[in-house]
Nanobody
Framework: QVQLVESGGGLVQPGGSLRLSCAAS????????MGWYRQAPGNQRDMVAL???????NYIDSVKGRFTISRDNAKNMVYLQMNSLKAEDTAVYYC?????????WGQGTQVTVSS
């Protein structure tokens, strides 16, 4: 079992920055993949960025060059640095982990980009 708790969401103006954090607890040594998904009202939940235990990353095209995912294995944390935010980035952002084929989710944190 893995528990995930996100923090760092909020309201930001277009062009601004936010940093999301996700704290993992439980069977953290077995986490193979961690990442961030987002879901806007009326839309499906989509992958934003993933990072594997060895450090490799993957991003959706719309955030490449603006978002950076990182992982601190010693602290059992994963972060999403979001720069140059746009209105279309507005969504609930969910932390995600894969452990031995099972998927775990955090409760989500709201990110709103608006002037």
């Amino acid at each position: 079992q893995v528990q995930l708790v996100e923090s760092g969401g909020g309201l930001v103006q277009p062009g601004g920055s936010l940093r999301l954090s996700c704290a993992a607890s439980g069977s953290v040594s077995s986490i193979a993949v961690m990442g961030w998904y987002r879901q806007a009202p009326g839309n499906q939940r989509d992958m934003v960025a993933l990072i594997v235990s060895a450090g490799g990353t993957n991003y959706i095209d719309s955030v490449k060059g603006r978002f950076t995912i990182s992982r601190d294995n010693a602290k059992n944390m994963v972060y999403l640095q979001m720069n140059s935010l746009k209105a279309e980035d507005t969504a609930v952002y969910y932390c995600h982990a894969v452990v031995r084929g099972s998927t775990y989710w955090g409760q989500g944190t709201q990110v709103t980009v608006s002037s």
